[in-house]
């Protein structure tokens, strides 16, 4: 008799990946652990043996990372792979793994330029636009709808990796693919781009008066709107993107080195935070 996954249990397969990804999460196992969980409901209902499960689970322990929400897809895959190996079709530990290598990194690229480079910037954005004047809303609407976005997103693709198993290989890691990619990261860096340009402002305090003036003989930030408006707005901007694209330095790194720049600035008189005595 054929076995066939259940929707209950490809459902709760999903929802230990959807919440349970990052689990146990390490610079050793990323998300191992993670993808380990989600597929511990389809191996249950696929075999009988405790030691069929073992060996089934054995093959998910091969160290996994990716960007979880288009991720979802490749444990779709999986799910509908162990579904044939349980039927007694050719699929083996190093189809599975081999399916799961390839596909991490391509999909971690559309990931991360979709998801954290397009979708993110754009509803942050928008909610801090409805964040004016102290209000809630911004914060509200970000997370109802992000969490909408994300866990309707992952289901599709989940579901839909499952229909397609193997077959969706071709297309992910193919020239269309590779075109996708390439499309969604210039769009990734052109909502970077807007983003940047309407929510980061950098501007310096910082004269020049002569003795006996009360003028000041230079304004420097008046001087570079004047050539260049915006400019270390710019150049804020383009300092982080080096170092962490081009450095290799960590997110957090950036932002601490970015506080040492404004509190030193701010000591000597080149930034003025405003504040009142």
């Given at each position: 008799m054929e076995k066939k996954l259940t929707k209950k249990t490809l459902t709760k397969s999903f929802h230990n990946w959807y919440y349970g990804n990052l689990t146990c999460f390490s610079q050793e196992h990323m998300q191992t652990f993670g993808y380990l969980c989600s597929m511990l409901p389809v191996v249950n209902e696929l075999y009988d043996k405790q030691e069929d499960k073992a060996k089934a689970?054995?093959?998910?322990?091969?160290?996994?990372?990716?960007?979880p929400q288009i991720g979802s897809v490749i444990v779709g895959m999986t799910a509908g792979l162990e579904e044939a190996r349980a039927n007694g079709e050719d699929v083996d530990d190093e189809t599975i793994n081999g399916l799961r290598a390839g596909l991490m990194g391509p999909l971690a690229g559309i990931g991360d330029s979709l998801v954290v480079g397009t979708v993110i910037p754009i509803l942050l954005g928008v909610?801090?636009?409805?964040?004016?004047?102290?209000?809630?809303?911004?914060?509200?609407?970000?997370?109802?709808?992000?969490?909408?976005?994300?866990?309707?997103?992952?289901?599709?693709?989940?579901?839909?990796?499952?229909?397609?198993?193997?077959?969706?290989?071709?297309?992910?890691?193919?020239?269309?693919?590779?075109?996708?990619?390439?499309?969604?990261?210039?769009?990734?860096?052109i909502v970077i781009g807007a983003v940047a340009a309407t929510w980061v402002s950098v501007q310096t305090s910082f004269t020049l008066i002569a003795k006996g003036a009360t003028e000041p003989y230079l304004n420097l930030q008046k001087t570079l709107d004047s050539v260049y408006p915006g400019f270390l707005t710019a150049a804020f901007v383009m300092l982080c993107w080096y170092l962490l694209a081009k450095r290799k330095m960590s997110p957090i790194k950036v932002m601490l080195l970015l506080v040492v720049i404004a509190l030193v600035g701010v000591l000597v008189g080149f930034f003025n935070p405003g504040l009142q005595y």
């Open positions: 689970m054995q093959t998910y322990t091969a160290f996994f990372n990716t960007e909610a801090l636009g409805m964040s004016n004047g102290g209000s809630p809303l911004g914060a509200i609407f970000y997370i109802i709808v992000w969490n909408l976005f994300a866990y309707f997103g992952m289901k599709f693709l989940y579901f839909k990796g499952y229909e397609l198993g193997g077959k969706a290989v071709d297309f992910l890691v193919g020239p269309q693919g590779e075109a996708l990619r390439e499309s969604i990261t210039m769009l990734g860096g």
